[in-house]
């Protein structure tokens, strides 16, 4: 090999191990000389344009210069323009606001991982039953007093203090909510219970009924009365806390984890008898061919698919936003968009509002009054930052200026003067935006003179949905947390699952389903029992 | 200049630094990956010791001995997890390294450039697809649904009816058999190019003296061309034995609960210990990693063993 080869082969892979490892650091530097603190409530509704910022209130609690976020795929993702978002939202708080934002997907694989090391955030969102076991542990930093004695609690403009109470942890709080936690209701196409000649269902007969329907007729008008399905889910059995959104119609008044009787004993919810009804029922339906046979691997995505492509009549899916999305999707496949959403079914009352994701200080950061007072606070100021959280930078995420908006080539949509309106997304052009990390309709707090900027804007069918949520659901069970469920959790839940999935698939009756999972389980119930009862 | 044997080389007595020094771009070029093994393969092995600790979020690691290693013993999960490992692994490597020799031999036969370039590309691109998109694609295939293609054609043959449709990737007795041959459609192209590079260095002349000889194509094959590819193969199934505890992505993507019976392994079972709900205990999970290391390095020692009393030569 020639001299001269070598030496650039050999720089060449030098340089390249450099580059390598530089990717592994931090790829960012805090930024000196942060702008002044912005005052609580904020008058002007600009929607995040970096402006001057109103004087800083006076204040004893120390301001961080620096806070490092971690944060999910619900807040503007990279592509869809998180950059300008967070240089909109550092210029109002006037800090430096550092993100770190995993892929939605794998996120709390990310977060796992990230509190396994030492290098922890200062604020994570965590969500259900994350939230409680990540308290438990002693991983997250109380925030009970800064939020009691904060300006925004005595601001008056929280419309549900009680959610804040729902996520006490041995009466601390240790997250943050600026909004409901949201929940599934169940969809049926309209179209579909009128050409079967059905009222909509108010029990679990009619309910099973208009499955049978949906399964055994030419729903779609495709000829084949065998290609249709009555309802469809990722999955039978949730991975997250409450577990049974997306069935809930099956599983009733079945919770299939730990939880209080009547009489505040704590019981295993899977090994009672209304679990034991609720296999039977998914058993019934699935061999009789009215859920998907494909349940066990589907994701969301499939389902969503099926949905619009007029393979199944009824979906049990988030409320609100997503309304309008089905709605909207069902329409360009070509297929009647009207959704009709089910009132719940006698037999179980409500929906159930999975618990809110929390915005949570951690444990290690340094200055957790600042963080609160600084970074959470400012969310619901009912201004400025509530805005940017809420519909995200004004020019880039939304505007109110006259315009025409072209998103395909046969779909333009045109706005008036002072109109508030969501722009393309950065990432699918041809998609309008549709909110950003607060649902307008879930926000916890109103805006400084209920001037929302953007509430206009939310589409009837879904605000439609989600005040239809809102009255029929209650909060789900707290998760539980614990040493002993923690170091038996996974094995349970393995366990579970794989009941659920051969006794609904017809490999084994429910009364051997059970017994096998008492036979499997028996210790390791028993220990957590008598950890949670003693 | 002749050398003869326990003559010194000359130049052998030059000091050691001025050798590197002579030598100093091949040390650079050495660098990135000395310091990319240091990092990645042999600092984590300093972590090892938390598989005899109980070392939990945010909390001083407790040493426990065994305590991990007497409790993955008695998990039924963990031993399934490990037979299945074992059970899926060996088929697979043994279902590939058979299809991929078959196929090089096959190439081999090709005499037409241009077709055998074409028919390399095509069983070499499976190769690059994700083993994500690589299931979605099967997912879809296989769909116990009227969408389904295998379900569709066995529905049309008349072999099973329309309300008989298999779920293949939800069924124990099938899930297997489709792992098997997805692994096969994926890899067996790349594995072929190991064996073709072995092929086209047995020389001709072999070829040409079997002829004069009278052997027919079989004979050639069955004399020279499995002969001379019989050390390949033992190389490369001794160095993919070091592999066969590292089952992951494949199984992940494809597997459910309705079939961990059959296809759950130590990985996928570490995954859903460690992400699976809960705190998890980092110290367990590394005891599973330890253990199934152990196993493997231990096969490895095994095959080199036999490799040297068979073929009189080990490779490690």
Same mark, same amino acid.
């Given at each position: 090999?020639?001299?001269?080869?070598?030496?650039?082969?050999?720089?060449?892979?030098?340089?390249?191990?450099?580059?390598?490892?530089?990717?592994?650091?931090?790829?960012?530097?805090?930024?000196?000389?942060?702008?002044?603190?912005?005052?609580?409530?904020?008058?002007?509704?600009?929607?995040?344009?970096?402006?001057?910022? !109103?004087?800083?209130?006076?204040?004893? +609690?120390?301001?961080?210069?620096?806070?490092?976020?971690?944060?999910?795929?619900?807040?503007?993702?990279?592509?869809?323009?998180?950059?300008?978002?967070?240089?909109?939202?550092?210029?109002?708080?006037?800090?430096?606001?550092?993100?770190?934002?995993?892929?939605?997907?794998?996120?709390?694989?990310?977060?796992?991982?990230?509190?396994?090391?030492?290098?922890?955030?200062?604020?994570?969102?965590?969500?259900?039953?994350?939230?409680?076991?990540?308290?438990?542990?002693?991983?997250?930093?109380?925030?009970?007093?800064?939020?009691?004695?904060?300006?925004?609690?005595?601001?008056?403009?929280?419309?549900?203090?009680?959610?804040?109470?729902?996520?006490?942890?041995?009466?601390?709080?240790?997250?943050?909510? !600026?909004?409901?936690?949201?929940?599934?209701?169940?969809?049926?196409?309209?179209?579909?219970?009128?050409?079967?000649?059905?009222?909509?269902?108010?029990?679990?007969?009619?309910?099973?009924?208009?499955?049978?329907?949906?399964?055994?007729?030419?729903?779609?008008?495709?000829?084949?009365?065998?290609?249709?399905?009555?309802?469809?889910?990722?999955?039978?059995?949730?991975?997250?806390?409450?577990?049974?959104?997306?069935?809930?119609?099956?599983?009733?008044?079945?919770?299939?984890?730990?939880?209080?009787?009547?009489?505040?004993?704590?019981?295993?919810?899977?090994?009672?008898?209304?679990?034991?009804?609720?296999?039977?029922?998914?058993?019934?339906?699935?061999?009789?061919? $009215?859920?998907?046979?494909?349940?066990?691997?589907?994701?969301?995505?499939?389902?969503?698919?099926?949905?619009?492509?007029?393979?199944?009549?009824?979906?049990?899916?988030?409320?609100?936003?997503?309304?309008?999305?089905?709605?909207?999707?069902?329409?360009?496949?070509?297929?009647?968009?009207?959704?009709?959403?089910?009132?719940?079914?006698?037999?179980?009352?409500?929906?159930?509002?999975?618990?809110?994701?929390?915005?949570?200080?951690?444990?290690?950061?340094?200055?957790?009054?600042?963080?609160?007072?600084?970074?959470?606070?400012?969310?619901?100021?009912?201004?400025?930052?509530?805005?940017?959280?809420? $519909?995200?930078?004004?020019?880039?995420?939304?505007?109110?200026?006259?315009?025409?908006?072209?998103?395909?080539?046969?779909?333009?949509?045109?706005?008036?003067?002072?109109?508030?309106?969501?722009?393309?997304?950065?990432?699918?052009?041809?998609?309008?935006?549709?909110?950003?990390?607060?649902?307008?309709?879930?926000?916890?707090?109103?805006?400084?003179?209920?001037?929302?900027?953007?509430?206009?804007?939310?589409?009837?069918?879904?605000?439609?949905?989600?005040?239809?949520?809102?009255?029929?659901?209650?909060?789900?069970?707290? +998760?539980?947390?614990?040493?002993?469920?923690?170091?038996?959790?996974?094995?349970?839940?393995?366990?579970?699952?794989?009941?659920?999935?051969? +006794?609904?698939?017809?490999? @084994?009756?429910?009364?051997?389903? @059970?017994?096998?999972?008492?036979?499997?389980?028996?210790?390791?119930?028993?220990?957590?029992?008598?950890?949670?009862?003693? | 200049?002749?050398?003869?044997?326990?003559?010194?080389?000359?130049? &052998?007595?030059?000091?050691?630094?001025?050798?590197?020094?002579?030598?100093?771009?091949?040390?650079?070029?050495?660098?990135?990956?000395?310091?990319?093994?240091?990092?990645?393969?042999?600092?984590?092995?300093?972590?090892?010791?938390?598989?005899?600790?109980?070392?939990?979020?945010?909390?001083?690691?407790?040493?426990?001995?065994?305590?991990?290693?007497?409790?993955?013993?008695?998990?039924?999960?963990?031993?399934?997890?490990?037979?299945?490992?074992?059970?899926?692994?060996?088929?697979?490597?043994?279902?590939?390294?058979?299809?991929?020799?078959?196929? &090089?031999?096959?190439?081999?036969?090709?005499?037409?450039?241009?077709?055998?370039?074409?028919?390399?590309?095509?069983? *070499?691109?499976?190769?690059?697809?994700?083993?994500?998109?690589?299931?979605?694609?099967?997912?879809?295939?296989?769909?116990?649904?009227?969408?389904?293609?295998?379900?569709?054609?066995?529905?049309?043959?008349?072999?099973?009816?329309?309300?008989?449709?298999?779920?293949?990737?939800?069924?124990?007795?099938?899930?297997?058999?489709?792992?098997?041959?997805?692994?096969?459609?994926?890899?067996?192209?790349?594995?072929?190019?190991?064996?073709?590079?072995?092929?086209?260095? %047995?020389?001709?002349?072999?070829?040409?003296?079997?002829?004069?000889?009278?052997?027919?194509?079989?004979?050639?094959?069955?004399?020279?061309?499995?002969? &001379?590819?019989?050390?390949?193969?033992?190389?490369?199934?001794?160095?993919?034995?070091?592999?066969?505890?590292?089952?992951?992505?494949?199984?992940?993507?494809?597997?459910?609960?309705?079939?961990?019976?059959? &296809?759950?392994?130590?990985?996928?079972?570490?995954?859903?210990?460690?992400?699976?709900?809960?705190?998890?205990?980092?110290? *367990?999970?590394?005891?599973?990693?330890?253990?199934?290391?152990?196993?493997?390095?231990?096969?490895?020692?095994?095959?080199? *063993?036999?490799?040297?009393?068979?073929?009189?030569?080990? %490779?490690?």
């Amino acid at each position: 090999m020639r001299k001269s080869t070598q030496k650039f082969l050999s720089l060449g892979l030098s340089l390249a191990l450099v580059f390598s490892l530089t990717a592994c650091g931090s790829k960012d530097e805090p930024k000196a000389d942060p702008t002044p603190a912005p005052t609580q409530g904020a008058t002007d509704n600009n929607g995040g344009d970096a402006t001057a910022t !109103p004087e800083a209130p006076v204040s004893e +609690v120390e301001k961080p210069s620096v806070i490092t976020v971690m944060i999910d795929g619900t807040v503007f993702t990279e592509p869809n323009g998180r950059a300008q978002f967070e240089t909109a939202l550092e210029a109002e708080l006037g800090l430096d606001v550092q993100f770190t934002q995993p892929d939605h997907s794998g996120y709390y694989d990310a977060v796992g991982l990230t509190f396994a090391g030492s290098n922890w955030p200062d604020v994570v969102i965590l969500g259900g039953s994350y939230y409680t076991n990540y308290a438990s542990a002693g991983l997250l930093a109380d925030i009970t007093e800064y939020w009691d004695n904060s300006e925004l609690k005595a601001s008056g403009r929280i419309t549900n203090v009680d959610a804040m109470e729902a996520i006490k942890v041995d009466g601390k709080l240790y997250g943050f909510t !600026p909004a409901r936690g949201n929940g599934c209701v169940t969809y049926v196409k309209k179209a579909w219970l009128d050409k079967a000649g059905l009222s909509v269902p108010t029990n679990y007969d009619e309910y099973l009924n208009m499955l049978k329907v949906f399964t055994e007729s030419d729903m779609n008008d495709s000829g084949d009365p065998s290609n249709t399905y009555g309802v469809s889910a990722a999955g039978l059995v949730g991975t997250e806390a409450p577990y049974i959104n997306y069935l809930p119609e099956f599983y009733q008044d079945a919770y299939p984890d730990f939880t209080q009787d009547e009489s505040g004993k704590w019981i295993d919810g899977f090994s009672t008898d209304a679990m034991k009804a609720a296999l039977q029922r998914l058993k019934d339906a699935y061999s009789a061919g $009215y859920i998907d046979k494909e349940t066990i691997t589907n994701g969301t995505k499939d389902c969503r698919t099926k949905f619009f492509d007029d393979k199944f009549g009824v979906f049990t899916y988030w409320a609100g936003t997503w309304a309008f999305n089905l709605k909207n999707n069902l329409e360009s496949n070509g297929k009647d968009g009207e959704l009709v959403v089910l009132p719940p079914i006698a037999e179980m009352g409500s929906y159930v509002e999975r618990q809110a994701p929390a915005w949570c200080i951690t444990a290690k950061a340094e200055n957790p009054e600042g963080i609160f007072k600084y970074f959470l606070e400012p969310m619901l100021d009912g201004g400025a930052v509530q805005t940017l959280w809420t $519909y995200g930078v004004k020019g880039v995420h939304w505007d109110d200026k006259a315009e025409t908006i072209k998103l395909t080539e046969d779909k333009e949509l045109t706005f008036t003067e002072g109109q508030f309106h969501f722009l393309p997304s950065l990432e699918k052009p041809d998609t309008l935006l549709t909110k950003h990390h607060l649902d307008p309709m879930l926000s916890f707090a109103t805006y400084v003179d209920n001037a929302d900027p953007g509430i206009s804007s939310v589409n009837p069918v879904a605000k439609d949905s989600s005040e239809k949520f809102n009255e029929w659901a209650v909060p789900a069970k707290m +998760v539980v947390s614990n040493d002993t469920i923690n170091e038996y959790n996974a094995d349970l839940w393995d366990l579970r699952t794989q009941i659920i999935t051969k +006794v609904v698939t017809g490999d @084994m009756s429910v009364e051997d389903g @059970m017994n096998e999972y008492t036979s499997q389980s028996a210790d390791m119930v028993q220990e957590i029992l008598d950890s949670l009862n003693n | 200049m002749s050398i003869k044997r326990g003559q010194k080389v000359p130049g &052998s007595k030059k000091p050691l630094g001025l050798r590197i020094y002579n030598h100093r771009w091949f040390y650079v070029m050495f660098a990135p990956v000395l310091v990319f093994i240091t990092l990645f393969n042999y600092l984590p092995m300093f972590f090892i010791r938390y598989a005899f600790y109980d070392y939990k979020m945010a909390q001083e690691p407790v040493f426990v001995g065994l305590k991990h290693f007497e409790k993955l013993l008695k998990k039924q999960d963990f031993i399934r997890a490990f037979v299945n490992t074992f059970e899926l692994s060996i088929v697979k490597l043994l279902l590939n390294t058979f299809m991929a020799v078959i196929i &090089s031999l096959l190439l081999n036969e090709i005499k037409n450039l241009k077709a055998k370039k074409a028919v390399q590309t095509l069983i *070499y691109l499976p190769h690059f697809m994700s083993w994500v998109v690589t299931a979605s694609v099967f997912r879809l295939i296989l769909s116990p649904t009227n969408e389904g293609l295998v379900n569709s054609f066995l529905v049309n043959l008349g072999v099973i009816n329309k309300d008989q449709m298999i779920y293949f990737l939800a069924e124990e007795k099938w899930w297997r058999p489709v792992y098997y041959i997805v692994n096969i459609w994926k890899d067996t192209g790349w594995g072929t190019i190991i064996y073709l590079a072995t092929l086209s260095g %047995i020389s001709p002349e072999l070829y040409e003296a079997a002829q004069i000889d009278g052997a027919n194509r079989w004979n050639q094959m069955r004399f020279i061309t499995l002969p &001379s590819l019989a050390n390949t193969i033992i190389t490369v199934l001794i160095l993919n034995l070091a592999k066969i505890m590292n089952l992951f992505e494949s199984v992940f993507v494809m597997y459910n609960s309705a079939v961990y019976a059959v &296809s759950d392994v130590i990985q996928t079972y570490v995954y859903r210990q460690t992400f699976g709900g809960g705190i998890p205990n980092y110290g *367990y999970t590394t005891a599973v990693g330890l253990m199934s290391s152990i196993v493997g390095c231990v096969l490895v020692l095994i095959c080199n *063993y036999a490799s040297k009393k068979v073929r009189g030569r080990g %490779i490690v």
